[in-house]
């Protein structure tokens, strides 16, 4: 019976409430950013340009030189890139050949226009500084600026110019001090205007560099046989005629100066 009073009974237990096991949270990890990563542009295919001439006869450019281009860069108001002028006309005009026409005082050596050559300017250059060596001060003056303007036109034809130079004629006029002063003339008029007539199967159009209004003639007779007629100018310095002639392909020399400045 002792026994039985220590025997606890089974309802007497007290309850033990068993604990749930925790749920132990694994820790949160980030992903890791990833970067965007900018695609570079894939590089285009070359595409060859596309000729807008295709099919069509190319244009020839004439240069008046002296009316379009007398006094330089005082008369024009900025210096001339000729080698950026070269490269706009042929780019935006489909302008294959360019003549350039223009006089130069040759002195005393021995050329004449009958033998249908041009003027060779590597001889002529010899020429002049044997000339200037012994020459007084005064006419050595005047050989150093003919030595100059060989030297530009070497310059052009190695651009790619066709250089269409003539002896120019010398006449004497009286400064205000009553010295005399040489005028140089070439009259390169009817060499151009002989030009465009003689080439005239072989483009579709002029570019013509000149404002004198003796060319009007041979403008209008080129427009009405189908020839593109394009002139380039300054608009002060233009006849009348030539600007009428060309209409909306007249280009005045101001506004190409962003393009072909120096």
């Not at 749920?23 to 900018?38: L, V």
């Not at 295919?45 to 295709?54: E, Y």
């Not at 005064?138 to 269409?164: D, V």
Request: aromatic residues 12%; charged residues 30%; glycine residues 6%.
């Amino acid at each position: 019976m002792a026994f039985s009073f220590f025997m606890k009974r089974k309802g007497d237990e007290p309850e033990v409430k068993k604990s749930e096991p925790q749920k132990i949270q694994p820790p949160k990890i980030q992903p890791p950013k990833i970067e965007k990563r900018i695609q570079e542009p894939k590089p285009e295919r070359h595409k060859p340009k596309v000729n807008i001439f295709s099919g069509k006869k190319p244009v020839f450019c004439f240069i008046d030189a002296s009316n379009l281009f007398w006094g330089g860069r005082a008369s024009m108001g900025f210096g001339i890139d000729y080698k950026k002028l070269l490269e706009h006309i042929q780019n935006e005009y489909n302008v294959d050949k360019v003549f350039y026409y223009s006089g130069l005082r040759i002195f005393d050596f021995e050329y004449s226009i009958l033998d249908n050559k041009a003027i060779d300017l590597a001889k002529l250059t010899e020429h002049l500084k044997e000339l200037q060596a012994k020459s007084d001060e005064k006419e050595s003056l005047l050989i150093e600026k003919t030595l100059s303007k060989i030297n530009f036109y070497q310059i052009l034809e190695g651009y790619g110019y066709t250089m269409k130079i003539k002896p120019a004629k010398v006449f004497y006029d009286e400064d205000d001090e009553n010295n005399e002063k040489p005028m140089l003339k070439a009259n390169c008029d009817v060499d151009m205007t002989f030009d465009m007539m003689r080439y005239m199967e072989k483009y579709s159009g002029v570019l013509a560099m000149t404002g004198d209004g003796d060319f009007a003639a041979v403008l209008s007779y080129l427009k009405s046989h189908g020839r593109s007629v394009t002139i380039f100018s300054r608009w002060d310095r233009t006849a009348k005629e030539i600007r009428t002639i060309a209409g909306d392909n007249f280009v005045d020399f101001g506004r190409l100066r962003p393009i072909i400045h120096q």
